[in-house]
């Protein structure tokens, strides 16, 4: 887990700590914060503001190992208040850590309890898709970061890089923030091979690189839906 980070003339010191072993200091040239919405160990310190006093919202996901009557290559959305206040319930194959795909039943929002509203949307799609399996995982996770601020989106400080939903590109007008992830992470590897090269720093050669992606994510902001009523 990442505990703090120092930086210095040539880059940072990252002090991190492994499960039942001690505090240990890596030097690093650069720091890439990809936690997601939840942690941001590294926006917290370096931007507190950007956080509310309490959860803005929460979200939940099944991983069913099994068969579905649904296109495995699309991503199914659901727009139900039963299910979701906050945009949509979802439906997707997922890749996990031991390299086979899932099932990804999920939905969030910003009221009430997501685990009612999971399991609701879960016996739903269940019973009219036939889906037959095992769930092998839940996950769950908060929203910490204020996702109505005009400054969510932050691409990092110096020799620290925010990329995905960490620096706020999750997109609430369309509903997902996959390609900007995936995106925003191959761009900050190239920023900092293409600062190498051209003598430039990494975080300016990140916000060129990612300038379609955070425009993009900042005019569909204006157009995010909150809450339904």
């Known amino acids: 887990a990442f505990l703090d980070f120092e930086e210095d003339q040539d880059g940072l010191i990252v002090t991190i700590q492994s499960k039942d072993k001690e505090p240990e200091k890596i030097k690093a040239r650069y720091a890439i914060d990809a936690t997601g919405l939840s942690a941001l160990p590294l926006r917290r310190k370096l931007r507190p503001q950007d956080f509310g006093e309490k959860a803005s919202g929460g979200g939940m996901n099944y991983y069913v190992d099994g068969e579905a009557d649904i296109n495995p290559e699309t991503l199914n959305q659901f ?106 992470g191959r761009f900050a590897a190239w920023a900092i091979l293409e600062s190498d090269r051209k003598g430039t720093t990494a975080l300016e050669e990140y916000e060129r690189l990612a300038n379609t992606i955070t425009t993009q994510t900042r005019k569909n902001q204006e157009r995010e839906i909150d809450q339904f009523e």
């Open 79 to 184: 727009w139900d208040l039963k299910f979701s206040d906050a945009m949509f319930a979802w439906i997707y194959t997922k890749t996990l850590d031991d390299g086979k795909d899932y099932w990804c039943i999920g939905t969030g929002c910003v009221a009430g309890d997501v685990r009612e509203r999971q399991e609701l949307f879960y016996q739903h799609v269940k019973e009219k898709f036939r889906i037959h399996g095992n769930i092998v995982e839940t996950e769950e996770f908060i929203t910490a970061i204020d996702m109505k601020s005009n400054d969510r989106v932050w691409l990092g400080q110096g020799r620290i890089l925010m990329v995905g939903d960490a620096a706020g590109l999750l997109d609430g007008t369309r509903g997902v923030g996959q390609d900007a992830a995936a995106l925003s």
